[in-house]
């Protein structure tokens, strides 16, 4: 399936905060990611689509360096970390929310996010900033992160990624699992966040949410890139919804 790429893909690096190029991740005797390009727009939000198992999860955890690529370059603020190692991915200022969230459910609200700053103490003025996106964290400060909801453990991964300054954020599904209502107050918070010039790349399974917030976007299919541009032309365009993204995502969630 081959699709027309629009230019970022075509000029990766030039702009961008985050440009991939020919990027290759095998893991063990699988070839996940075959020769993957695409960039993220410094202070944008794209959207990296797909439908399940296309390697959307290895491509962030490749960023990362949780995956070592096996070929190709992963530009990041003028460098490459293609080689680097996972805290050195981080210390350059990216934070990464996984599927999963990576909370610890027997600590509260408070340690998770002391935990989680590096750098020394929470700044109070930060907090607060988190706060007015994620009230419920403040009124949950102190109860066990495992007696939250869904959708405030997931606002809690999303605080412990931004508890310090990124440049980027990396985010792995956010809204799966959670409920339609939870999804909207999700999207909302997310429109705050995006409104500080926060640079995100995010992967989703929600094309409402993905079209919601999206500037642009990147679809993903068999570990290679085969379509970017411009997120109101995909939310615009049903037939190429369906070509791109068949049935996999929900447009009625």
């Not at 929310?97 to 020394?120: C, K």
């Not at 994620?134 to 909801?149: D, H, I």
């Not at 085969?226 to 049903?238: E, K, N, R």
Request: aromatic fraction near 6%; hydrophobic fraction near 45%.
């Amino acid at each position: 399936m081959r699709h027309a790429h629009s230019g970022p893909l075509k000029q990766a690096g030039e702009g961008a905060l985050l440009a991939l190029t020919g990027v290759n991740t095998h893991i063990g005797h699988y070839h996940i990611l075959q020769g993957v390009d695409f960039a993220v727009a410094q202070g944008g939000f794209t959207m990296l689509l797909g439908r399940n198992g296309a390697g959307k999860t290895t491509c962030l955890r490749t960023i990362m360096g949780m995956w070592r690529a096996s070929a190709g370059r992963i530009i990041f603020d003028g460098a490459d970390i293609a080689g680097e190692e996972t805290p050195a991915v981080a210390r350059r200022g990216i934070g990464y929310v996984p599927e999963a969230m990576g909370i610890f459910a027997g600590l509260s609200v408070a340690e998770n996010l002391t935990l989680a700053a590096r750098d020394g103490p929470i700044d109070t003025s930060r907090l607060e900033w988190i706060f007015g996106f994620f009230p419920a964290l403040k009124k949950f400060w102190n109860l066990p992160a495992g007696n939250l909801s869904g959708g405030q453990k997931q606002m809690l991964a999303v605080a412990r990624a931004i508890i310090e300054p990124r440049k980027l954020l990396l985010i792995d599904e956010p809204t799966k699992g959670l409920a339609p209502a939870i999804i909207g107050h999700m999207i909302e918070a997310f429109r705050e966040l995006k409104r500080t010039d926060t640079t995100i790349l995010l992967v989703e399974q929600n094309f409402n949410f993905a079209r919601a917030l999206g500037d642009t976007v990147a679809v993903m299919d068999s570990g290679r890139i085969i379509h970017t541009g411009a997120m109101a032309d995909l939310a615009g365009d049903p037939g190429l919804q369906q070509q791109l993204l068949g049935l996999s995502l929900d447009a009625h969630q």
